[in-house]
């Protein structure tokens, strides 16, 4: 049985920086290629050849399961049919259209590349990855997936899954995020997708991973090309990768003011960088865990430029995003003066309920809002 100091010494070795054997690769190549054309799951993007809609569909499975995918695929598409549609519509209706998918810089990125591909090539997307990492939110994962799905190119694509399958079928070393390791991982992704059908490859190459040689119990009596496998020969599947370790969410707090008037509540939109950028939310400020309420006011008049009465407390929202444990505080408000702009924010509006279900919002922002809205705030609660 491997010990645990061979199995940490194995993993801090350098990746293998010789070729693999063209046996290995075709041993990998084409029973991948054939596994693929008989278990391929029925995915929408997958019976299309628009490269706008393909490429829609590479930005929203980043980070995001397929379940989730699927149905904000299908919305944005109809509201959002070409890339000019998309490249011509305001930045809060893409926003909205975006709500509850998550990481919202993607969202951004989509429509200044979409701008940009009306403006640069007539609207549209270039062939190759090398012109379409040019584009705002193209890394070499998107630029390589689209190049090669779309527009049949060998372009070579890794993500989390690809990374997987390769570490194990030709043992690669290193832990995620290692330069060796990527630079041995790209390379082995570049010498595979060359040949026939390169986007349905790099395609059979991610779903071997999301469905077969998964991280946690991967499948390998089912495997096409475990004969190949390396890791399966020598029993260290379960090894490789190695695993990342995590980071401890960081805490955040933030106070919310929650300022009804006439049927209507305050909004603001936040700075397009950090978290939550360019989105809308009751205007919030960051307060400690244990801040006393009379000073989380002080914050709140501070980023609203404008003095703010505390009127009551309404409870607390909780919500764990990837990177941080988030308490939102929400404060009813009042003041002298309605502000209709602010230091610390792009925006400021003053809109109904349904009004806001129209604006770019995070989850945890909605949630705060029904909260608040539950409280009564709009019915003299």
């Known amino acids: 049985m491997t010990t645990r100091a061979s199995r940490a010494k194995r993993t801090a070795a350098p990746p293998p920086t010789a070729s693999p054997a063209p046996g290995h ?29 393909i490429w829609l569909s590479e930005v929203m499975l980043q980070q995001t399961q397929v379940s989730t995918v699927i149905p904000y695929w299908e919305r944005f598409l109809a509201r959002f049919p070409t890339a000019l549609a998309l490249a011509s519509a305001p930045l809060d209706d893409v926003l909205a ?28 997307l270039p062939s190759t ?25 060998e372009a070579p694509l890794v993500d989390g899954n ?35 059908r390169p986007g349905d490859f790099n395609q059979a190459l991610m779903e071997h991973g999301a469905t077969t040689c998964r991280p946690e119990s991967p499948l390998c009596l089912l495997c096409p090309v475990r004969g190949a496998c390396v890791a399966f020969r020598k029993g260290r599947v379960d090894e490789l990768p190695p695993a990342k370790v995590r980071a401890t969410p960081k805490k955040l707090t933030l106070a919310l003011a929650v300022w009804p008037h006439a049927g209507t509540l305050l909004f603001a939109r936040r700075a397009d960088a950090g978290l939550f950028g360019g989105l809308w939310e009751l205007p919030a400020a960051e307060v400690e865990e244990d801040l006393a309420e009379a000073e989380a006011i002080v914050r709140l008049a501070a980023s609203l430029g404008s003095e703010v009465k ?7 929202v909780k919500r764990q995003l990837t990177h941080r444990d988030l308490t939102l505080r929400l404060l009813r408000v009042s003041g002298p003066q309605r502000p209709t702009r602010a230091p610390a924010f792009q925006e400021l509006r003053w809109c109904t309920p349904a009004e806001a279900a129209a604006l770019g919002m995070s989850t945890a922002m909605q949630r705060a809002l029904d909260a608040a809205l539950g409280s009564g705030v709009l019915n003299g609660g």
């Open 25 to 53: 690769l075709a041993a990998v190549r084409g029973p991948l290629l054939g596994w693929y054309d008989r278990n391929k799951r029925d995915l929408p993007w997958r019976r299309t050849r628009d490269p706008y809609a």
């Open 97 to 124: 259209g975006w709500k509850g998918l998550g990481y919202y810089s993607r969202a951004r990125n989509l429509h200044r590349a979409a701008q940009e591909v009306v403006a640069r090539f007539g609207g549209g």
């Open 129 to 153: 990855a090398e012109e379409l990492l040019t584009l705002p939110g193209f890394g070499r994962y998107t630029a390589g997936a689209v190049a090669s799905i779309a527009f049949g190119e």
């Open 162 to 196: 690809v990374a997987r399958v390769l570490s194990r079928i030709f043992e690669v070393e290193g832990l995620p995020g290692d330069k060796e390791r990527e630079a041995a991982l790209w390379a082995l992704a570049t010498a595979l997708v060359k040949g026939e």
């Open 310 to 316: 505390l009127e009551a407390a309404l409870g607390t």
